[in-house]
């Protein structure tokens, strides 16, 4: 009942850490696959190790949600960032859609584009809402208010652990190794000590794909652990969801699959400090809360999964690439701020270009 609802990748990649690597990537979830994939085009050598299996955190915990942007609303990114980085951050996920389901090469991922909207939850978000369809028109973004909840026709959704294991699938032979849990990174003037157990590894460069897990590793970095809780019902004998909805400021979200079964979260802003952790098992709180949401849609299929996953969130909001500062040789490209799958791809590619 708290296996996540998203069937792990098929395949298995079983291995040890590497005595020696040009570059090691360190964690198999979308950014991890996304960075081999980027790093493998650039023929740069490079092997990936995860200590559980491809997709296995946040990866394949998630909703599948294919989003433009953070998570509440481009008015709200206006006056957190300014209109150019607002503007710069849609830019960017919306090409990180079209590329990272290119990529894929026709498999499988289970994606649709029926667009995505957001519903508001209060008088104040609805004229924020109002406030962003203008400033992304006036933009050159599509949108549109139609009275009751703000369009995003572009906007899509995927499998994504399916998405991970399509980019996982095209790696060289041997470049992935699973059941690797890194212990220890010792940075020195001409590469990285890695250890995991009793194995060492001798690395030129490392790449931290460890989201949420990060601090783990290297304490100093701040990116907080962040809980996710969701739920799943069997298929519901009509279409009570059009497209995937974000709502309440993205802290309430849910979509129906062309299968029929209805995938619903959030609530996290109901009890924030409880959420602020590493343990991925669902509270009966939150799970209360996310079952009144299901009453309230009109749901009536039984559930029949209950899961969390632990999100990565940074102080701005948007991810961590490039250098590590005081650690030379160490990269980062972490802290999707529960967004990794709208923003993973290209930023791994950003990351990928500096190494």
């Keep these: 009942m708290t296996e996540p609802f998203w069937a792990p990748p098929p395949e298995k990649y079983p291995g040890r850490l590497p005595a020696k690597a040009d570059v090691l990537v360190i964690g198999g979830g979308i950014a991890g696959v996304s960075l081999l994939w980027h790093l493998t085009r650039r023929r740069i050598d490079a092997v990936l190790v995860e200590r559980h299996h491809i997709a296995w955190g946040a990866s394949g915990r998630n909703a599948g949600f294919l989003l433009a942007g953070v998570a509440s609303s481009y008015g709200e ?12 951050v849609w830019a960017v996920t919306n090409e990180n859609h079209d590329r990272m389901i290119e990529a894929a090469r026709g498999q499988d991922v289970g994606h649709r584009r029926l667009g995505s909207a957001i519903l508001p939850a209060s008088d104040e978000e609805r004229a924020l809402l109002i406030e962003s369809e203008q400033l992304l028109r006036d933009d050159g973004f599509e949108a549109r208010w139609d009275g009751a909840r703000l ?40 590469d990285v000590l890695v250890t995991a157990g009793e194995d060492a590894c001798e690395a030129g460069v490392v790449i931290l794909a460890t989201n949420g897990y990060t601090a783990q590793l290297v304490p100093a970095v701040k990116i907080q652990p962040t809980r996710a809780q969701m739920a799943a019902t069997a298929p519901e004998p009509r279409q009570i969801i059009d497209m995937p909805v974000y709502s309440d400021y993205g802290y309430r979200y849910w979509r129906q699959l062309r299968s029929g079964e209805v995938l619903i979260g959030g609530w996290r802003n109901t009890s924030l400090e ?19 949401g299901l009453t309230s849609l009109g749901a009536t299929a039984e559930v029949t999964h209950r899961w969390a996953g632990t999100m990565g969130f940074t102080e701005s909001g948007l991810p961590m690439a490039g250098p590590l500062e005081g650690m030379p040789n160490v990269y980062i490209c972490a802290g999707f701020t529960g967004h990794g799958m709208g923003f993973a791809f290209m930023t791994a590619k950003k990351v990928a270009e500096m190494i």
């Design 151 to 190: 369009v995003n026709p572009r906007d899509g959704e995927v499998d994504p652990s399916a998405m991970a294991a399509a980019l996982a699938r095209q790696a060289r032979a041997g470049s992935i190794r699973e059941g690797v849990e890194v212990t220890g990174l010792a940075p020195g003037r001409r």
């Design 77 to 88: 990114a206006v006056s957190t960032y300014g209109r150019e980085k607002a503007r710069e």
């Design 274 to 292: 409880s959420e602020k952790t590493y343990d991925d098992e669902p509270t009966p709180e939150i799970q209360e809360k996310i079952d009144e």
